[in-house]
């Protein structure tokens, strides 16, 4: 076949799939199938117990669900108050809320002194690790060179396919640590074979945190801000964490359940990730607004944005997939903890790159699009900003090329999913495997030379 007959295939066989393979919506009804394991009302399909984290976005009153302001806990500890304490401090907090999702309790001095330093000295990669793995064939997309580097991982590691406890949990400190190197050298060899750019391989340095050696490593100068450092080691403890039911935590629940492999386990969870419904959305919002600032004029104005947003959701405007990137949440309603959290630091961080402009953009479009989709669309439950919808503007701001907005999701969110995994394997249940019915007629097999 040459390529003309090729394409003429695929288009053929598409056409017949998208013709004969959509199930009618009536039979999940009727059926009663949960899709996207939700019911009617949004609420999860509760599939399992975790105590790593909770949380809440309603109330109970008289029986009926009601929307409140959501919280957030890791590992019964409020996220707010989490943040709050090590800011207080002036530390960092990415590695203790590392520490507490794996072992459920604030580190200690001790604790958390010996912790770090079992970071620190595993955050090295193999030798020659980068020149033959990372450097070897770099892929244009960031989240499949993560994956490709963590499953050659499997290859050095000689206990590899051991499930105890003990090493799954060395596998998954170890992971922690060399997911920052994974992504910017990632990022460092695609930037230099497909766009062109110098090569700099900067090794992590002794004594800083995961934050401070990400700009560290990215950067060609290696120099950056307190301010920056703090923010992006904010974003790392917020998107480090976030229950057992997301996407990609509740894949690596379901492989972990298997009894696969810790390498195997870790790159099905980036694989859910990598999808621009999960992870991916916070580039979606920052080339959202790059749209918005590009066909309106007047910034300020409201009827402008109004109009804008009100295109979006009729699939007019954008990439007409009718959604408002960064507002709305699976879970909350009334609001996302997380995204009230960053919000606080956004605006400082804007002043200080002068980009003040675009956060009140930013907040103007927070405070009009929840107004346009509830006029618009029948919601259940309140809309409100998520995460996704100021991350992607500071990472911008932090001037993080935006082929690692998504990379460095999985570098926070690695801790979470290395804590179900082992909260899985603690207390080894049995291999997730829910229900599907078939809904296709049964019908009598026919000889070759007897079809049409």
């Not at 406890?165 to 170890?174: A, F, K």
């Not at 991350?391 to 907005?405: A, I, N, Q, T």
Request: hydrophobic fraction near 40%; charged fraction near 25%; charge should be negative.
């Amino acid at each position: 076949m040459n390529n003309e007959q090729k394409s003429k295939f695929i288009e053929k066989y598409s056409k017949l799939m998208l013709d004969h393979g959509m199930i009618e919506n009536e039979l999940f009804l009727k059926y009663e199938v949960k899709r996207g394991l939700r019911d009617i009302s949004g609420k999860g399909v509760l599939v399992g117990l975790t105590e790593i984290s909770e949380i809440i976005s309603y109330v109970i009153e008289d029986g009926d669900l009601v929307p409140c302001e959501g919280k957030l806990y890791y590992r019964g500890i409020n996220i707010e108050k989490l943040v709050d304490g090590f800011l207080k401090e002036k530390r960092f907090g990415f590695e203790e809320a590392c520490y507490l999702l794996l072992f459920g309790h604030l580190p200690n001095k001790a604790e958390f002194a010996e912790f770090t330093e079992m970071l620190e000295e595993h955050t090295v990669l193999p030798e020659n690790f980068v020149r033959d793995t990372i450097m070897s064939a770099p892929s244009k997309d960031m989240m499949n060179s993560l994956s490709k580097g963590v499953l050659t991982l499997y290859a050095f590691d000689d206990n590899a396919d051991d499930i105890s406890i003990q090493n799954v949990l060395r596998q998954s400190i170890n992971l922690i640590a060399q997911f920052p190197l994974l992504a910017v050298y990632g990022y460092q060899s695609f930037a230099h074979f497909h766009e062109n750019k110098s090569l700099m391989i900067h090794s992590p340095q002794k004594g800083k945190s995961i934050a401070e050696n990400i700009l560290h490593m990215l950067r060609p100068d290696s120099k950056y801000t307190e301010l920056e450092a703090r923010i992006l080691d904010l974003a790392l403890v917020l998107h480090a964490e976030h229950g057992g039911g997301n996407n990609s935590t509740f894949t690596n629940h379901v492989v972990t359940s298997s009894h696969t492999d810790t390498y195997s386990a870790v790159v099905a969870s980036l694989a859910s990730l990598k999808g621009p419904r999960h992870g991916g959305a916070n580039i979606k919002v920052v080339q959202m607004f790059k749209d918005m600032m590009e066909k309106i004029s007047d910034w300020g104005s409201d009827n402008e944005i109004n109009n804008y947003l009100e295109k979006l959701l009729s699939k007019e405007g954008f990439d007409k997939s009718g959604l408002i990137y960064g507002m709305g949440h699976a879970v909350y309603s009334l609001s996302d903890p997380r995204a009230l959290i960053f919000r606080q630091f956004v605006e400082q961080l804007a002043k200080e790159k002068g980009r003040e402009k675009e956060y009140l953009l930013y907040s103007k479009v927070e405070t009009l699009a929840p107004e346009i989709i509830g006029k618009v669309r029948k919601i259940y439950k309140g809309v409100s900003a998520n995460i996704d919808f100021y991350s992607g503007f500071v990472y911008s701001m932090l001037d993080l090329p935006s082929e690692l907005f998504t990379p460095l999701f999985a570098v926070a969110r690695v801790a979470g999913w290395s804590a179900h995994r082992l909260e899985e394997l603690v207390n080894n249940g049995k291999i997730i495997r829910p229900a599907y019915k078939s809904v296709t007629k049964q019908q009598s097999y026919i000889p070759m030379n007897e079809r049409g």
